[in-house]
């Protein structure tokens, strides 16, 4: 009899210990609450619709990253400070980080693929940077790539062609625009239509994909056929006190789908804006060609001027950067 009741209360303890057993294995997963800018039609954001399904993938479903809106949850402006303060646990985001550090801006600068750029050390010196100014942990890039169009009314056939132009760009850019001898005029691109149209402006400084949907073939002339500041600005970014709150396999699962499809990802946005150059030529724009050399004049001066405006504030903090950027990136010297 006492055997049965010993047998009894070890298949009692048994039941019990795999019940919790099982419900440990098989609990809740951990959901990062994420936010985006961009569009749910934008063909980026299928981009990070991909990357959140490869944590999942990748993680067996226990990490799960729920893109909760874009701009209507939370405005882009204010993306950025939500993350900081720990609103939300994820930003796919591209440019709202300069809020708090210049430094994003020397991303477009390095001319380097993004394996590149990871083997060279410079994800590590971009992570640190935002992790103290702006308590963000960089999972790296979400669009990898991208590049910026001159657009004209006005033929420009060489660099000489240029000087005076006025040339709308976003503040980032403006002294790329004022190093090329143009005149940089800050606007928001939803204003660049009526401003062509009526002569405010003699061009825009602005990335290809999605041009002609934003019906600018109907306004302009001319495009330039050289890209300019070539490479991706930010990217993933996770709040720090959550980065630090995750268990290491926790942190591989957001980091490994990058770098295995990080190929992927490059090819992808690069054929997306190739495909909107070709879209903008169809339309009807004239692309004009400068020789090989005076386009790497104007690269070259763009890059120049973007780095010259940025780096006396980067150094200001972060000497190390400046310093070991300088040695890695070509072209470009301190002080």
């Known amino acids: 009899m006492k055997i049965i009741k010993i047998l009894t209360v070890i298949m009692i303890l048994t039941i019990i210990s795999v019940f919790f057993l099982s419900g440990e294995a098989s609990g809740e997963p951990r959901v990062l609450k994420a936010v985006t800018h961009l569009k749910e039609n934008d063909k980026f954001r299928t981009l990070c619709v991909a990357y959140a399904k490869d944590v999942e993938r990748f993680s067996d479903g226990q990490l799960i990253i729920d893109i909760i809106g874009g701009k209507e949850t939370i405005g882009s402006d204010q993306q950025i400070f939500s993350l900081r303060d720990g609103v939300i646990d994820i930003n796919f985001d591209l440019e709202r980080v300069g809020q708090f550090t210049p430094v994003y801006v020397s991303m477009v600068l390095t001319n380097m693929k993004p394996w ?18 702006a308590n963000v942990y ?78 600018w073939q109907e306004v302009t002339k001319y495009m330039l056929n050289i890209r300019f500041l070539n490479g991706p600005q930010t990217g993933i970014l996770v709040n720090m006190d959550v980065w630090e709150s995750l268990s290491e396999q926790e942190k591989n699962w957001l980091q490994a789908p990058l770098i295995e499809n990080e190929k992927n990802y490059y090819a992808l ?46 150094y200001q903090k972060h000497p190390e950067y400046v310093e070991y950027f300088v040695k890695v990136v070509k072209g470009l010297s301190y002080p």
């Open 269 to 314: 946005a690069y054929w997306n804006y190739a495909g909107g150059e070709y879209a903008v030529m169809e339309a009807g724009v004239e692309f004009i060609n400068w020789s090989n050399e005076e386009r790497e004049k104007a690269i070259q001066l763009a890059r120049l001027g973007i780095w010259n405006a940025i780096k006396e504030d980067i």
């Open 138 to 215: 960089w999972l790296g890039p979400s669009t990898q790539i991208q590049w910026f169009c001159i657009a004209l009314n006005k033929e420009a056939k060489n660099l000489d062609d240029l000087a005076g132009l006025k040339i709308r760009t976003m503040a980032a850019n403006a002294p790329a625009i004022e190093a090329l001898g143009a005149v940089p005029i800050v606007m928001p691109f939803s204003d660049i239509y009526q401003a062509m149209e009526r002569g405010v402006i003699d061009g825009f400084l602005m990335t290809t994909e999605d041009w002609v949907k934003n019906s």
């Open 116 to 133: 590149e750029e990871r083997e060279a050390g410079l994800y590590d010196m971009w992570r640190k940077i935002y992790a103290e100014e």
